[in-house]
């Protein structure tokens, strides 16, 4: 079956540094991805979408990066701080003519280190 | 009410009780969706509603109903709950399915004794 996974469950990161969260997707046909930041005891929230017509999309301090022909996904970062602590996941979407859904991959747990 | 609600907050019940779970969004938004997370799986989809009127069923549906009534609500309800159903449930809704970006309640941590 189709999935959405991630490389790394745990990631480190000096405050100040940019950090790098990678995630693999099987489905060539997803045509849309995004990115949500999940803290501790919270619902997950939207940080960051792309297009599969795009490969490269920035907003503040962060950046998407699409790589269709190795089916990769990855978000960059920049200068972190400890706020951005928390569980990222990526999630794919396949369009389906009005019943779309989002696949969730199982999270990269990022930790800022002070 | 700013976004989407859920309630209870947290929940332990014994098994074999019914128990239902609350959803409210403010936005106007046609799709709603519940999602349950699990350590090491994600999350995955239960049941979805495109519009008011109309549900799915998701990923992982047995267990589990939904009802859409109106805009606003989407409530899950567990007809007669197992242990296996403890885990965080999360409501979502988005402001048509075909569009990506999905808003997420702060969850119900429910415990199935």
């Known amino acids: 079956g189709e999935s959405v996974g991630l490389h790394l469950p745990t990631l480190s990161v000096q405050e100040g540094d940019n950090s790098i969260i990678n995630c693999a997707y099987s489905?060539?046909?997803?045509?849309?991805f995004i990115w949500y930041k999940q803290e501790s005891g919270k619902g997950p929230q939207f940080i960051i979408d792309?297009?599969?017509?795009?490969d490269k999309r920035q907003g503040q301090r962060v950046t998407v990066l699409l790589n269709k022909t190795v089916k990769h996904l990855s978000l960059q970062i920049a200068a972190t701080q400890p706020g951005d602590s928390a569980v990222y996941f990526c999630?794919?979407?396949?369009?389906?003519?009005?019943?779309?859904?989002?696949?969730f991959g199982t999270g990269t747990r990022l930790t800022i280190i002070p | 009410i700013a976004g989407i609600t859920q309630a209870p907050t947290s929940q332990i019940l014994a098994a074999g009780r019914r128990m239902t779970l609350r959803c409210t969004q403010d936005?106007?938004?046609?799709?709603m969706y519940w999602y349950r997370q699990d350590l090491g799986l994600g999350l995955r989809l239960i049941h979805y509603?495109?519009?008011?009127?109309?549900?799915g069923k998701g990923e992982v549906p047995d267990g589990y109903s939904v009802s859409r009534a109106n805009t606003d609500d989407f409530p899950l309800t567990l007809a007669s709950a197992v242990p296996s159903q403890t885990s965080v449930y999360f409501c979502?809704?988005?402001?048509?399915?075909?569009?990506?970006?999905?808003?997420f309640g702060p969850g119900t941590r429910l415990t199935v004794l």
């Open positions: 489905n060539s046909a997803s045509d849309y």
């Open positions: 979502a809704s988005s402001a048509s399915s075909a569009l990506g970006e999905q808003f």
């Open positions: 792309i297009r599969s017509n795009m």
């Open positions: 999630a794919e979407k396949k369009s389906n003519f009005g019943n779309e859904k989002l696949t």
């Open positions: 936005m106007r938004h046609n799709a």
């Open positions: 509603s495109n519009t008011a009127g109309t549900t």
